[in-house]
C-alpha cells in the first residue's frame, strides 16, 4: 500500500520557520519526483516545491516561495522535507506531499502531473 503522511505543520508568528516532513512508503516513483502543494480555504492548490532526479537533479519552486522554501529528502529517499523560513500570513494554507502514480517523464508544479497524496499538515501564521 501506498501512504503519504505529512508532519510538522502548526501555528507560528510571521517571521517563523517550520520544517514540514512526509514520510512515504510504496511510492514507485517517488524517488524521480516528489512535491509540496499547499491549498488555502477557497483557493485552488498550488504547487509550491518539487524534487525531481531527472535530467541530473533539480528542486523548482513557485516565484512566491522562493528564498524562503527549501525542499530536499533523505537519502533513502522516504522523506521528503520543506524547509520555510520567513513565513508571511498569506502562506496560511494546507500542506499537501505528492507523488507520481506513473513513471513521470517530467517533474513540474502541476496538481494533475501527480496521482498520489497525503493528507496534509496545516500551516497557520499569524501577523
Known amino acids: 500500500q501506498v501512504h503519504l503522511v505529512e508532519s510538522g505543520g502548526g501555528s507560528v508568528e510571521a517571521g517563523g520557520s517550520l520544517t514540514l516532513s512526509c514520510a512515504a512508503s510504496?511510492?514507485?516513483?517517488?524517488?524521480?519526483?516528489m512535491a509540496w502543494f499547499r491549498q488555502a480555504p477557497g483557493r485552488e492548490r498550488e504547487g509550491v516545491a518539487a524534487?525531481?532526479?531527472?535530467?541530473?537533479?533539480?528542486?523548482f519552486y513557485a516565484d512566491s516561495v522562493k528564498g524562503r522554501f527549501t525542499i530536499s529528502r533523505d537519502k533513502a529517499n522516504k522523506t521528503l522535507f520543506l524547509q520555510i523560513n520567513n513565513l508571511k500570513p498569506e502562506d496560511t494554507a494546507m500542506y499537501y506531499c505528492?507523488?507520481?502514480?506513473?513513471?513521470?517523464?517530467?517533474?513540474?508544479?502541476?496538481?494533475?502531473?501527480?496521482?498520489?497524496w497525503g493528507q496534509g499538515t496545516q500551516v497557520t501564521v499569524s501577523s
Open positions: 524534487i525531481s532526479s531527472l535530467a541530473g537533479g533539480r528542486t
Open positions: 505528492a507523488a507520481p502514480d506513473t513513471m513521470p517523464t517530467t517533474c513540474q508544479l502541476k496538481a494533475a502531473d501527480f496521482g498520489l
Open positions: 510504496g511510492a514507485v516513483y517517488s524517488s524521480v519526483c
